[in-house]
Nanobody, 123 residues
Framework: QVQLAESGGGLVQAGGSLRLSCAAS????????MGWYRQAPGKQRELVAT???????NYADSVKGRFTISRDNAKNTVYLQMNNLKPEDTASYYC?????????????????WGQGTQVTVSS
């Protein structure tokens, strides 16, 4: 089994910064793409940013220039640096990763999700 564990959420004033972390653990062989999504109350989950194993990144237009996604492959961890936060960034943030791991002794690839971390930006 593999797990993703997020940390770093909290309450911040508009214009402030937060850094989210998401660490993968378990019988991991390799990790391909990793990403961050968010879901505000009453809204659908939306893509925030993704990063490939080679470091190529993709961002939602709403966060370009303010958020930066990065990863540490040695630590199986993905980060989201969020600067100049706005009230509309308030949401639960979820990380995901395409992980090749071992299940009953056989390699399988699955998309795993973290449990989410709350980010609240006050005006």
């Amino acid at each position: 089994q593999v797990q993703l564990a997020e940390s770093g959420g909290g309450l911040v004033q508009a214009g402030g910064s937060l850094r989210l972390s998401c660490a993968a653990s378990g019988s991991i062989f390799s990790i391909n793409a990793m990403g961050w999504y968010r879901q505000a109350p009453g809204k659908q989950r939306e893509l925030v940013a993704t990063i490939t194993s080679g470091g190529s990144t993709n961002y939602a237009d709403s966060v370009k220039g303010r958020f930066t996604i990065s990863r540490d492959n040695a630590k199986n961890t993905v980060y989201l640096q969020m600067n100049n936060l706005k009230p509309e960034d308030t949401a639960s943030y979820y990380c995901n990763a395409d992980i090749k791991h071992y299940s009953s002794g056989y390699p399988v690839t699955s998309r795993e999700w973290g449990q989410g971390t709350q980010v609240t930006v006050s005006s």
